[in-house]
C-alpha cells in the first residue's frame, strides 16, 4: 500500500487530513485527526 504525505493541510470540520493511506477498490483512504481532542481516524473517498 502506497502513503503519499500531503503538501497543505486540508480541514473537513473538525478533522484535518493527515495522510493518504491508500487506494483500494472504493477509492482513496486519508487519515484525519481531530483538531482539539487528537483522535485518529481513516475515511475513505471516491
Same mark, same amino acid.
Given at each position: 500500500?502506497? #502513503?503519499s504525505a500531503l503538501k497543505q493541510s486540508q480541514l473537513? !470540520?473538525?478533522w484535518e487530513m493527515k495522510e #493518504? %493511506? !491508500?487506494t483500494g477498490g472504493f477509492g482513496h483512504?486519508? %487519515?484525519y485527526q481531530h483538531l482539539v481532542l &487528537?483522535? &485518529?481516524s481513516s475515511f475513505g473517498a471516491e
Open positions: 500500500m502506497e #502513503r473537513c !470540520g473538525s #493518504r %493511506l !491508500g483512504v486519508y %487519515l &487528537k483522535h &485518529k
